[in-house]
């Protein structure tokens, strides 16, 4: 397996733009989060799927921020409009059940 | 509030020294704690996850221990190597959840 792949790698884009992530989980897993990371707040959790349906979504800062899981292969995370405090490295990342998550390398976004 | 607590400063340590990493949690009874290293630029990697009802799990040179009465799990390094300089994030998980919230964050530098 290629493991939980997603794009794109980098993306700069300017304030009040729409910006839309991907993410491909391994195939089988049940699982899927969002993480965003930066220096200051380190890893933090924005929602995640169990089946293909969000389960918490708790973590996602404000309205701008959603997220979809239209089936078992594939996740969009869209941020409309785009502001400079979310650059950020957003992380997908994939499981079976409570087990260990299998990340991807990472989106890494600079909000002008 | 949940909150997990790791080292933010950076560990130096002599090759061939063993590291030991400290995760402190409050507010959490988790039933899962993992553990994952992290390399510049790169998603996390997992290492180990240990359960609420295990001291101890040993995998090659890692030892983790959790220790739930002090809250708290340790992360060791045994002769470490300059391979091993990452950072290491635990991450307990919320109990009746698949959520994982991941800890800042510990650099480990191993001198050689």
């Known amino acids: 397996d290629a493991g939980v792949i997603q794009s794109p790698r980098h993306e700069v884009t300017e304030m009040g733009q729409e910006v839309t992530l991907r993410c491909k989980p391994i195939s089988g897993h049940n699982s899927l989060f969002w993480y965003r990371q930066t220096m200051m707040r380190g890893l933090e959790l924005l929602i995640y799927?169990?089946?293909?349906?969000?389960?918490?979504d708790s973590g996602m800062p404000e309205d701008r921020f959603s997220a979809k899981m239209p089936n078992a292969s594939f996740s969009t995370l869209k941020i409309q409009p785009s502001e400079p405090r979310d650059s950020a490295v957003y992380f997908c990342?994939?499981?079976?059940?409570?087990?260990?998550?299998?990340f991807g390398e990472g989106s890494r976004l600079t909000v002008l | 509030s949940q909150k997990i607590e790791q080292n933010s400063e950076a560990l130096n340590i002599q090759e061939g020294k063993t590291a030991t990493l400290t995760c402190n949690y409050t507010?959490?009874?988790?039933?899962?704690l993992q553990w994952y290293r992290q390399d510049p630029g790169r998603g996390p990697v997992f290492l180990l996850l240990i359960r609420e009802n295990e001291k101890e799990k040993r995998k090659e040179r890692l030892k983790v221990t959790f220790d739930t009465t002090l809250k708290q799990s340790l992360f060791h390094i045994t002769a470490s190597q300059p391979a091993d300089s990452a950072t290491y994030l635990c991450a307990p998980l919320v109990s009746g959840t698949y959520k994982y919230i991941f800890g800042t964050g510990t650099r480990l530098k191993v001198l050689a």
């Open positions: 799927f169990n089946n293909n349906v969000p389960i918490d």
């Open positions: 507010n959490y009874s988790p039933a899962y």
């Open positions: 990342a994939s499981s079976l059940a409570a087990g260990e998550l299998f």
